[in-house]
Each structure stands twice: as structure tokens, then as C-alpha cells.
């Protein structure tokens, strides 16, 4: 295969017809995604971002950004706007030229790690779960958050163990530990908080069971470490207002399954209260950002957003 020899785009679920009703298309791309590897220090953050610009639009804006700011004359990256001398003045250009056309959602992993503790071990998973549709948990959750930070290595020990008990790609999962492993972490953390309502919760024959089921492959369960599923969820119900539907354009991600798109499109549904066919969630198709330029623009956006958040810890991070 030549070295310009594009792979088939992974991922999406087109509409299968014209969306009915009103209907908004987003363009949408994220910074600081890195996998299952959510305990990365170097990128504590992912932001999603989501623009609605027409394809003129989005050009004129990317050279504006080019010549006004000397950029490269193929790409511009988020990095250019924070190290430059005119950092400060190029970052403001661009926010107030997206104003009231873009929406970034930021997601701290940690926090995120503290949700699915939640979400999957002590109530009931689903694709809903780690969302504003889901706001039974969120409390215990933050609860749980503020004593694992307040924990140090402890606090570390026990999201490292949580996240190598649900990996699913294992070549021998029978008898490997990983749930022991996690409960003796949970004992060091609970020391720093006896009374912390999720940690005396977790129930050893309730966490073996969920393991059992994500080894057995059972797609009801959202996928544990992916945190782009409940962003993308958030995004979709920020520019569904006024029961506007959401077309989105996505940058190609391995994670946007058909299948998981569809979960999420039901459960988008049943929580707004909304008929499945006119759920918030119009349909999805991937492509390469390097062909879109909205979707560059709104991976310019999420780059500057997660830059800006980890060097000036700003107030973009809402958990």
C-alpha cells in the first residue's frame, strides 16, 4: 500500500433518508483523546468540540487564520495560538469569530474514571449514564472525585486498578486477579474516607459480574473507558434545543461504532422524550478532517480549549 493510499473511513451511522423536522449539522473533532490510556499525565483533558459553519465559512476562517496570524500554509494547530508571541490576541480572534457558532465540552479523565466507578458498578450501565440525562449518580460521583484527589497515590492506584480490571483484550482472563487486585486497592483508598458511600458500596460478587459481562461482549454496557460516547452525547443535547435534531460530521473515530451509535441514538431518545425515529441524534458520518474544513476548524477549537484549560486552568472544565 503507497504511502498516499487512504484507508477505508471507520465508524458512523449515516441517516438512512433526509432527517425529518429541523435539523442542525455540526462538525465536530477532540483533543486529548488517547484511548483506554485515560491516566496519561501529560493529557489530563479531552475537549469535543462542535461548530456550526457552512464548508465557505469554515475556509475563509482558516485563511484569515493563515495570513493574519503567518501560519503554515497547510495546517493550522492549536499549539500556534499558545506559543506564538500574538498568542493572546490570535486565541480571541478565533473564539469571538466562532461566537454563538461553536460548543466545546471538556472532560477531565479522572472525573470521568469516577463517573463509570459509578455508573458501572453500582448502578445499572447504560449509554445515558455520565450525561445531564443521568443525574441520579452525579453527586456520589463528585463525592468520590474529591476523595481520591484529596488521596495522592492511593487515589492513582485505585483508577489504575479499576482500568486494567476492565480491559476486555486479555489472552487469559480466567483467574487473572484484576478483581482482587481492584478491591485491595479500594480498601487503601477507603482509609482516607470510611464512610464514602460508593466505596463501602462496591460489592465484590457486583464488580466480578460486570467484568463477566464485558468479557462475554455485552454491548448493552456502554464501552467502560470511552469517554467520546458521553461527550458526544453532551454535545448533541446542547445544539438539540428547541427540538432541533443533530446531523453530526465527525473526524473518523475507531470508537463511533455503528452499533454504539444506535444505542445512543435510543437512549438520546427515551431521555428527552422523544420517538426513537426523532431522536436528538439525526445520524453521524465520519470523514477525514483533512477533507473538511469544518471539521478542522473545530479540531483548531477543541486543541485550543484543552491548551488553554491545562495551562491556565480556566474555567471550560465543569464536572
Not at 244 to 268: G, I, Y
Request: proline share 7%; net charge neutral.
Amino acid at each position: 500500500m503507497g504511502p498516499g493510499t487512504r484507508l477505508p473511513l471507520q465508524g458512523g451511522l449515516p441517516p438512512a433518508g433526509i432527517p425529518t423536522g429541523p435539523v442542525v449539522e455540526i462538525a465536530c473533532d477532540e483533543s486529548g483523546f488517547s484511548g483506554t490510556n485515560l491516566l496519561d499525565p501529560a493529557t489530563p483533558v479531552i475537549a469535543h468540540a462542535s461548530v456550526d459553519l457552512r464548508a465557505d465559512e469554515a475556509s475563509a476562517l482558516l485563511t484569515s487564520l493563515r495570513s493574519d496570524f503567518r501560519s503554515a500554509p497547510h495546517e493550522v494547530k492549536s499549539r500556534q495560538f499558545l506559543r506564538r508571541p500574538e498568542a493572546a490576541v490570535a486565541r480571541e480572534w478565533f473564539l469571538a469569530a466562532l461566537r454563538g457558532r461553536a460548543h466545546v465540552h471538556l472532560v477531565d479523565k479522572q472525573f470521568f474514571l469516577a463517573t463509570r466507578v459509578v455508573d458501572l458498578l453500582i448502578a445499572e450501565p447504560s449509554y445515558a449514564a455520565g450525561t445531564c440525562l443521568a443525574p441520579a449518580h452525579r453527586e456520589a460521583a463528585l463525592a468520590l472525585h474529591r476523595v481520591g484527589r484529596a488521596a495522592g497515590a492511593d487515589w492513582t492506584a485505585f483508577l489504575a486498578a479499576f482500568v486494567d480490571m476492565l480491559r476486555t483484550k486479555r489472552r487469559d482472563r480466567a483467574g487473572d486477579g484484576s478483581v482482587d487486585r481492584f478491591l485491595r486497592a479500594r480498601d487503601a483508598l477507603a482509609r482516607h474516607a470510611p464512610a464514602d458511600a460508593v466505596l463501602t458500596g462496591l460489592d465484590r460478587a457486583r464488580v466480578a459480574a460486570v467484568q463477566a459481562r464485558l468479557y462475554d461482549d455485552d454491548r448493552s454496557i456502554p464501552p467502560p473507558l470511552e469517554p467520546l460516547l458521553p461527550a458526544l452525547a453532551e454535545t448533541v443535547l446542547s445544539w438539540s434545543g428547541d427540538g432541533r435534531r443533530v446531523l453530526v460530521v465527525h473526524d473518523e473515530q475507531s470508537a463511533l461504532t455503528a452499533d454504539r451509535l444506535r444505542r445512543l441514538q435510543r437512549a438520546l431518545a427515551e431521555g428527552t422524550g422523544r420517538p426513537v425515529e426523532e431522536s436528538p441524534l439525526a445520524g453521524l458520518v465520519t470523514t477525514d478532517s483533512r477533507d473538511d474544513p469544518r471539521v478542522q476548524v473545530a479540531d483548531l477549537l477543541a486543541g485550543v480549549a484543552r491548551r488553554s484549560h491545562q495551562t491556565n486552568g480556566d474555567s471550560w472544565l465543569r464536572p
